[in-house]
């Protein structure tokens, strides 16, 4: 807005009423200009009066439209060649008012962006308003004016067709797109030009310049152009008529080339069968469209005309008469005997073709000459429309030796072919060249056309081009084809060329002409990038500070929660190393046992939060029991909860019948997570956690389950703190009760990606709300029956279990482990020495003597040796890993069935479905947990028992 007031007190027009005249004058002249060098139907390449017009409205707004709408109504009348007084009140006024408000609309609307939004683009350092410039205001906006004038010109000239219109419509809009791009930094340029620095000034010279230069190419150009295509137009007309004549001639002897196969079958078959004529010219005619019919016509003398009438009665079964009385007393007979296609010209049949004037001359042509010869142009009586044909005669000969002489040979009739002269000229004049030319053909001797694609209005108008004469020997008649080009379907052939050239001409004036605005912005555009930059780089370094801090913080929550567990591995297994007593031994690999499994949660949260923030952790999608889970999650803590002498409920309100499909792991893990929290911040009083449906929608159930507890409550500066990775409430709190502070972060990205959420509520000293949402979608598949398994969160409910009964170190005995597992031959493909060492060492202990190879290949190689009961398969091993090895050793049919366990330190739910997909019989997480690996070792040891039983 204020740049639209600084150019009204720039430009009030008590002041700059001579520039304001100029403009006007220089849009009327300039109109004459480029109208009087326009070519070939009126396309104008730049149209400099739209973009005078654009800057006339950006100067003076409103105050400009009454000399664009002026400027145009004076231009468009004065073309007009018929104009007179009476054409003002006619529907041609009507017309270029329609285009004028259309002209003048437009400079409104392009003005009205440069005034309130994008300002002089030369005075533009932002890049983007500059483009937005060139194709918003120097393009699309022109899509206006050419709209608005097609639409008047469809209105009032009803001559002009579609296809015209619209190419009109896009010529308009290139010319008006082209004028606003040259004309109006031109304009631009020159205002003020004294008055500014002389760095401006030069740059401005640059633009003068560059966009003169431009406006002459375009010119010079589109000349170039026009003329060429005019010749190549000429050029083309030329070659299509040579190709036309040859198709002619072409079609005609293919028909006489027809005829002529028919009169050497009947030459060789004088007595050819009803039947044997049919099938012969069946054969010769289904691939052609000019023949109506073909007949044989013996020639006889009239004392012979009963014995053939007799003849004929017994070929068609019913009395057939030969009609036609000869023309002179002594006339031979020339009868048709045979036609194809019968059934439609069955009146021919008996018919004395001799008894017709103009056949007997063309047939006696025939016998004079022994040549195949044509009757002038006959309209077929079978026709309902008028179908112009013509009969070709073809002399047969009685088979006699072979002779020069003529007189030798003797004739016994005619073949006869009926001929379609408009599929002649269809077959040799294409879709395309009866588009580019009308066309009429005359007989020799005749006025009137018996063939034409157009009428003689049509013929007589000015579309016409140029016209072209042929005559052409048809079997003893003479054709002649007049050719006149059309004018409009050249033109349209050449506008479709014009608007190619002209949309490459218009991409490579825009792309100069933003070249040129850019160069000449580019100063004041640095200078803001500059202050950007600036602005930038201190928000970097505040942001690298920021996360040079969150690092600092990082790495000492790491290294405490880190140390803390390893300091206890280290100084236990230092006093186990320095002790002798057996039992002080095991009580210190027990305190081992239960650091390293606090270890282990750590790195598995850990793994858990980067794979979450990285969007790499993907949920399960099965069916199980919610129901089932929550009883289990409620039996789990219920032991911790009478320790404490807590009160301990479970309050589930989802209906009894529903099944859920879900990742039932991490809905565990989240629910023994903030179980576990609020169990370890109550001290006394209750907790519970309740299960809500709150809504089903599109057979996808949304839940809210609730952990409520009475304990020690969360200030609220501590809740914004709450989910952010590795922090507690406060530091009294971390101090007090150990934690990672992930868990909590984890269980609320869990619930978003269940599309739902982990919200809290609570007040310090009264307790504290969670409330975990999510929404899955319901099944009808039955869950299958789920055990727990050794989730990563097993050591805290372990440790809870220990603490409550007041001896940390205390930890289940080993079982015994059966014999029947020895007899098992084990493989096992592991390629770290440390790993090959730890699993030899269990397999020992579990009396099995394992084989150890380095990978996947030798695992292979091993197998095709020696048989083997079961194989332990690393995944990332180098030369051949386990995946790609156990799909090996599944494509021979003997190993199809033989147990494979998977060990990977990977425990996410694709890496176990990419396991088992691949073909592993199991899936063991490193560390590796004995008692699983035992319990699946005793599954094959009663296998192969069995197997063994069975054999002998």
Known sequence: MDNACLLKDEYSLAKTWPLYLTLFVSSVISSYFLSSISWQSQIIPIWLPAGIALVGCYLWWWRFFPAVFLASYIFNFSVNPNFDAATLLSVTSLQNVMIASGAGLQAMVGSALLRYWLDNPLRQWHNKKTLYFIFIVGIFVNLISASIGVSALALFSPHYAVADLQLKFIFWWFADSLGVLLALPFILSLLNFRQVKTEQRKARWIILYSVSALFIIIILLTKFFITSSNIHANELITKEVKVIENGIYRQISSSIEQLSLLAEFLQQNPDVSRAQFHAFVYNLTRSSNTLKAMSWNPLIKQNDKLQHEKKLTQIYDKKTTIRGKPLAINDDIVYVKFISPEQSNRKAIGFNVYSNPSRKKTLDST??????????????????????????????????????????????????????????????????????????????????????????????????????????????????????????????????????????????????????????????????????????????????????????QFIANMSHKIITPMNSVIGFAQLARASSNMEEIKSYLQHIDVASDLLLHIVNNIIDISKIESEKLYLTDAAFDMHLVL??????????????????????????????????????????????????????????????????????????????????????????????????????????????????????????????????????????????????????????????????????????????????????????????????????????????????????????????????????????????????????????????????????????DLPIFALTADVDSRSKEKALSVGFTKHLAKPINIEQLTAYLLEVSKVVISKYNNFK
Not at 385 to 393: G, H, R, T
Request: overall charge neutral; hydrophobic content about 40%; proline content about 3%.
């Open 367 to 552: 016998m004079v000459n022994y040549q195949p010869q044509a009757t002038p142009i006959i309209q077929l009586v079978q026709s309902f429309n008028k179908e112009p044909a013509f009969l070709l005669f073809f002399p047969v000969f009685a088979q006699t030796m072979p002779t020069k002489n003529t007189a030798d040979k003797k004739l016994i009739g005619f073949a006869t072919g009926v001929f379609l002269a408009e599929k002649i000229i269809a077959n040799a004049i294409s879709a395309s060249q009866q588009k580019l030319f009308h066309y009429q053909l005359y007989e020799q001797n005749k006025n009137k056309w018996f063939l034409s694609n157009a009428t003689d209005s049509q013929i007589k108008s000015t579309d016409i081009n140029q016209y072209f004469s042929y005559s052409f020997d048809v079997a003893g008649q003479t054709w002649y084809i007049h050719l006149f080009a059309k004018k409009s379907y050249l033109n349209q052939q050449q506008q479709q060329e014009f608007l190619q050239f002209y949309l490459l001409l218009l991409v490579i004036a825009t792309t100069i002409v933003t070249s040129l605005l850019l160069m000449h912005n580019r100063q004041l555009q640095l200078n803001h990038q500059v202050e950007q930059r600036t602005e930038s780089l201190q928000k970097a370094m505040q942001a690298a500070n920021y996360a040079n801090k969150e690092k600092s």
């Open 631 to 896: 009883t289990r999650i409620y039996s789990l803590f219920e032991g911790e909860a009478s320790t404490k002498k807590l009160r301990w409920h479970l309050i589930d309100n989802i209906p009894a019948d529903m099944t859920f499909l879900g990742d039932q792991t991490r809905i565990e893990q989240i629910l023994i997570n903030l179980c576990g929290n609020a169990m370890k911040f109550t001290h006394s009083g209750d907790v519970s956690m309740s299960a809500e449906l709150l809504a089903v929608t599109d057979n996808k159930a949304h839940l809210s389950i609730k952990v409520k507890d009475t304990g020690i409550g969360i200030t609220a500066e501590g809740i914004e703190q709450l989910f952010k990775p590795f922090t507690q409430a406060d530091d009294a709190t971390s101090r007090g009760f150990a934690g990672t502070g992930l868990a909590l972060t984890i269980a609320k990205k869990l619930s978003q990606l269940m599309a739902g959420d982990l919200s809290v509520a609570s007040k310090v000293g009264t307790g504290t709300s969670f409330i975990f949402t999510c929404w899955l979608p319901l099944t009808s598949t039955k869950p299958k029956a789920t055990v727990f398994s050794h989730h990563s969160w097993q050591p805290l409910v372990r440790q809870n279990e220990e603490s409550r009964q007041g001896n940390v170190g205390l930890t289940t005995q080993p079982a015994s482990y059966p014999d029947e597992i020895s007899v098992l031959k084990v493989l096992v493909a592991e390629d770290n020495r440390i790993n090959q060492k730890l699993i030899k060492t269990i397999l020992t202990k579990l009396g099995i003597d394992a084989v150890m190879v380095e990978n996947g290949q030798l695992a292979i190689d091993y197998l095709q040796r020696e048989s083997v009961d079961v194989i332990l398969m690393d995944c990332q091993m180098p030369v051949l890993d386990g995946y790609q090895a156990t799909k090996k050793i599944r494509a021979m049919p003997e190993y199809a």
